[in-house]
């Protein structure tokens, strides 16, 4: 049986992520079931900083994300977002292509009121949740690199701050390098 590609780096404990996402109007569901539609008039570029937190499970580790994020367009703001996932390793299909999810949670600041939160609901805010769903792809042949599927989602939590619904979506591509 092969070695997964997470045992072969068990002491790379950090991860440095860049990617791209371009913004949606619909709802973090639509995003998930793939029936969201985009709107490429809004982007933005992220770089997480991330570092494992072991536990005793092979299946799983819990992991701390700092992001430093640029709207790179549609609006000139940038954002800081700090959270905490889980990210699950065993897939079916791991002896083809290595496979893990991440799902998180946190906190969201933008440095301005966004544009397109202010556009898109009846009420926006700074300091928002943040909620972050991840697909990680690692062909065996990367070692250090991965390629990444990113949902990045500020949310009001079912209006928790600031009485806000929604807010914004996005999803977009990346890389990872662990070390």
Known sequence: MPVKAQDQAEKKMWAVTLYQTVLTEDPIEDVIT???????DYQLTALGLSHKIPVADPRYDFEWEIQAV?????????????????RWYPFPWDHYLDTD????VGLSY?????????????EAAQFLAY?????????????????VLRSHHRSGAFEL?????????????????RF
Not at 101 to 104: I, K, L, V, W
Not at 133 to 147: C, G, I
């Open 101 to 104: 999810f991440a799902a998180g």
């Open 131 to 147: 909620i972050l769903l991840e697909l990680e792809f690692k062909p065996r042949s990367w070692e250090n690199w991965s390629v």
């Open 70 to 86: 640029k709207h790179t367009k549609g609006q000139n703001h940038e954002e800081l977002n700090g959270l905490v996932a889980v």
């Open 110 to 122: 933008a440095t301005e009121l966004p544009e397109f939160e202010v556009a898109n609901h009846d």
């Open 34 to 40: 793939g029936s969201a539609n985009y709107n490429s």
């Open 161 to 177: 701050f600031n009485d806000v619904r929604g807010a914004s979506n996005s999803l977009g591509l990346g890389i990872k390098y």
